[in-house]
Nanobody, 127 residues
Framework: EVRVAESGGETAQIGGSLTLSCVVSGYSDSYYCVAWFRQRPGQEREGVSG???????GYGDSVKGRFAVSRDNAKNTLSLQMNNLKTEDTATYYC?????????????????????WGQGTQVAVSS
């Protein structure tokens, strides 16, 4: 059984930084996709950033240049480094994993490619 668990959400200041962590368990190797998504208040869930099993990364347009992911296959983790935070980054952040994510090769983080989801972690950005 694949399990996904996020951590690190908290309240941060505008312009500040925050790192979220995602741990994935249940795969016998590192050839799987893992990605971050978020759901802002009143909006649909959107892709933030992710990485497939061969190192290809994808980013959502709203976070390009501010957010970065790093993957540690030995620890089965995907970290999301968020810089220059804005109030519009306030959201519940979810991590998800699945074996295949073909759109990641095009740099697209698509939630319909992921079946295994964590419970989410809350990020609030304020002045």
């Amino acid at each position: 059984e694949v399990r996904v668990a996020e951590s690190g959400g908290e309240t941060a200041q505008i312009g500040g930084s925050l790192t979220l962590s995602c741990v994935v368990s249940g795969y016998s190797d590192s050839y799987y996709c893992v990605a971050w998504f978020r759901q802002r208040p009143g909006q649909e869930r959107e892709g933030v950033s992710g990485k497939n099993g061969e190192g290809r990364m994808g980013y959502g347009d709203s976070v390009k240049g501010r957010f970065a992911v790093s993957r540690d296959n030995a620890k089965n983790t995907l970290s999301l480094q968020m810089n220059n935070l804005k109030t519009e980054d306030t959201a519940t952040y979810y991590c998800a994993a699945d074996r295949l994510c073909p759109l990641m090769w095009a740099g697209i983080v698509a939630q319909n490619e992921f079946l295994n989801w964590g419970q989410g972690t809350q990020v609030a950005v304020s002045s």
